[in-house]
């Protein structure tokens, strides 16, 4: 994990990985091709031509953010951040570990959401609008498709596609609502990219960072919601499928990152990526384990016992393995009693 290997030695370990990417990604493009597997009852309007359901009918309106400008932003940025980072870090098997595991988030929260776009789907808010419902074209017979669906339910008032005269591409993808296939990949590459920062800056770890680090690992929490939050600007979903689309893409990340790195938010480990060929040995000899990119209190030091990892003497913990010392020898946090020798101070004056 200390060498950067061969292309072939690379190749395979990670062959079977590339084979189930490809296969997963034209899965997905399948599914999101294909037309939507239920037939879905709409109601249209009342005897007197108000609309039933004017959450439906909103205008169709161009996209804030397209869903290939989602998707490329999604993985771009994170790819870009980790590329960055191995300015410092130096460490092939980092940036491969946290690429790899990136692909892993996004491949499968798209495969995952366009099943349940395919199977459960939903009303878009624009759907009326690219329906263009009549329904005079309305249709009952027997072995006609939809057929008793039609001027169906309480009232009447319900229909299926058939009386729609819009585009079918268009209506295909109206009926295909629930989840938000932007913000399933927003998250699914953001939330990634914030385990990633917070473990390699030690956000969340022994010592109190610096405000910048908080608001570098927020960033991309910031962006996802963006992404998500402007489709209900733009009417093309609900908010309850972009609420299930962060759900899916954040899962996938957490999935993910945990995956390919030896933790999420135990920080004594969570920067450490997993070896294929050998299981992880928590301890203060692991491999890697100054693969960060702050180098305050010892995290990030080379050459030292532990390839600086903050788990030996100098850093207050007594056998490198995670037993704190007691005393207050060498670099550790050095904790002095209150009220007690010569030396009393009082509590004001320690603050």
């Not at 397209?66 to 460490?91: D, E, N």
């Not at 938010?265 to 100054?290: C, K, Q, V, Y």
């Amino acid at each position: 994990m200390v060498t950067r290997p061969t292309f072939g030695q690379w190749l395979k370990v990670t062959w079977l990985d590339i084979l189930t990417m490809v296969i997963m990604g034209a899965l997905g493009l399948g599914i999101y091709e294909a037309h939507p597997a239920p037939t879905r009852s709409f109601a249209v309007t009342f005897s007197d031509g108000e609309v039933v359901y004017p959450e439906f009918a909103y205008p169709m309106r161009k996209e804030i953010v397209p869903i290939w400008l989602a998707a490329l932003l999604a993985s771009l940025i994170p790819i870009f951040v980790i590329l960055m980072m191995q300015i410092r870090i130096r460490s092939f098997w980092d940036a491969n570990n946290a690429t790899i595991g990136l692909l892993y988030s996004l491949i499968t929260a798209a495969v995952f959401q366009v099943f349940i776009k395919w199977l459960i789907g939903g009303l878009r808010p624009h759907f009326l609008t690219v329906c263009r419902p009549d329904v005079s074209l309305a249709s009952n017979n027997p072995g006609d498709v939809g057929a008793g669906y039609n001027a169906a339910g309480f009232t009447q008032i319900y229909y299926t596609r058939e009386i729609c005269t819009g585009d079918i591409n268009e209506i295909d993808d109206s009926l295909e609502s629930m989840p938000s296939g932007h913000t399933t990949a927003a998250f699914a590459g953001f939330i990634y990219l914030y385990l990633y920062l917070n473990a390699k800056l030690k956000v969340f770890a022994n010592y109190h960072p610096a405000m910048w680090k908080l608001v570098a690992i927020y960033a991309p929490v910031l962006g996802a919601c963006l992404i998500g939050g402007a489709l209900t600007i733009d009417e093309f979903h609900n908010w309850y499928d972009v609420l299930a689309g962060a759900i899916i893409g954040t899962v996938m990340a957490f999935s993910a990152y945990r995956m390919t790195y030896a933790a999420i938010w135990d920080w004594r480990w969570n920067h450490i990526p997993l070896n294929r060929m050998s299981p992880f040995t928590f301890g203060g000899d692991a491999e890697l384990a100054g693969a960060t990119f702050t180098r305050r209190v010892g995290w990030g030091a080379s050459g030292a016992s532990g390839a600086g990892f903050p788990f030996t003497e100098e850093h207050g913990f007594g056998n490198g393995a995670g037993q704190m010392s007691s005393g207050a020898s060498g670099h550790g946090v050095s904790r002095k009693p209150i009220g007690t020798g010569t030396g009393t101070r009082r509590v004001d004056d320690m603050v």
